[in-house]
């Protein structure tokens, strides 16, 4: 068979020295052509001979094919779609290898509209995927939860979006508020302009201030060129200003100037400079002590807290953890992680009775370190990282609530006993850090009976 002159046989050489795989099929799924690329990118044998598609790779190809369809506009599916190309990508697994393979086919009628070929374009876009995966993770966010309290703060950070109101959050380091601040930022009309992150307490005090706001050439020795600062890079934008009870006493009178003025003076200049930014602040220990203290003004404060919001620690939404290591599981199989990994039952329960005081950041940590040290594709407990090996063996495994659990809430009403139940109440949240969760499997009770039992002895919770 020729093609304008041209032999088949030479065709297909020039398509066996192409990257992409390329399959030729019936509408049937049989396979008139393929080039050995396909085989390698699905790990077929080198001397495979698929005779369907079927025996290409573990993909329903013709239900792919018709939503793919269905898609580019097909009413109904592929067996009349048109001419147009119909793309679709496919996650698969090679080994230990998971490869991201984005699918084009096309519909051909050579000769006459009465016979059909359908040619398929296989790309691997893995390295792609990666890329983005990488880059569209900025730290650890890990917006993922099935916590209704973190489910109304996210519902509340896309609400206040919409104002240039300043914002301030609280809550433990690792909990993800440079999370929440990107959430922010993307959901108001200034995503399309700069998002700049500034770590208060990364920055040298003697430097701060030409940090934030610039510096003139020459406004000090070593200025030899001009700094536009933190506030000016971020104009139209949004600033956030991580740990920013970090910022001295000193510098928070002019820090306040120029949030509530949107203007400043650069270090070494008298010109002043206007900015259009949106403030977002976030701090780990609690502001309104640190005003009581004196080490944060209170003027300041309230500037930055007209919309205060608290993101509660992971302890305290334990059910968000299988959620998370599943979002972190996702995210290192993008980068190039084992594709299958299992977490024993040992292991989850660690997992689960481990008081996360790093909180997010130390779980997805504990994720990639627990992938690495899998043992044929298992987590086990000697897997995971050291820290939550070791209070695993301080806290064992205790017995589901009994009877005598409920006999010991009955008697509590009397005076000593209840004093008795306070001091290990007490002893025992002391002991899982403050995780009610942990707290309870170390007395041997539910967490309702935990809560029942901290209401009766006067205990805050």
Known sequence: MMQSGIPVELLESVVDLMEDGVVISLPDGGVVYHNPVVLDMFGLAKDSLPRMLSDIGEVNWNKRMNRAAFDAGSQYGIAAASDRPMRFEEKVTVGETVRFLEITVRRMFPGSRKSELRVIVVRDVSPRRR?????????????????????????????????????????ESGTGKSCI??????????????????????????????E?????KGAFTGAVDRNRGKFLAANHGSLFLDEIAEIPVHLQAKLLHAIEERRFHMVGSSETIAVDTRFISASNINLRDA????SFRGDLYYRIAVIPLVIPPLRDRVGDIPVLIQHFLEDLVARGQKAEVKFSKGAWQALMNYPWPGNIREL????????????????????????????SQEVPDQPAPS?????????????????????????????????????AQLLGIDRTTLWRRMQRTGIAG
């Open 131 to 171: 890329l983005e995966a990488t880059l569209q993770t900025p730290g650890i966010c890990g917006l993922k939860t099935s916590s209704p309290e973190m489910m109304r703060l996210f519902e509340r950070a896309r609400q206040i979006a919409a104002s240039d109101a300043s914002v301030l959050l609280q809550g």
């Open 181 to 210: 601040a990107r959430l922010i930022h993307q959901e108001s009309w200034r995503s399309g302009h700069p998002f700049v992150e500034v770590n208060c307490a990364a920055i040298p005090e003697s430097l701060m201030e030409s």
């Open 212 to 216: 934030f706001f610039g510096h003139a």
């Open 291 to 294: 005003v009581d203290r004196g």
């Open 364 to 391: 997805s940590n504990a994720v990639e370190h627990s992938v690495i040290c899998a043992d044929k594709g298992i987590v086990e407990v000697d897997s995971l990282p050291q820290d939550i090996l070791l209070y």
């Open 403 to 439: 009877q005598r659990a409920a006999d010991d809430e009955d008697r509590a009403g009397d005076g000593g006993a209840s004093d008795a139940m306070r001091a290990e109440l007490l002893a025992a949240l002391k002991k899982a850090r403050g995780s009610k969760a942990v707290a």
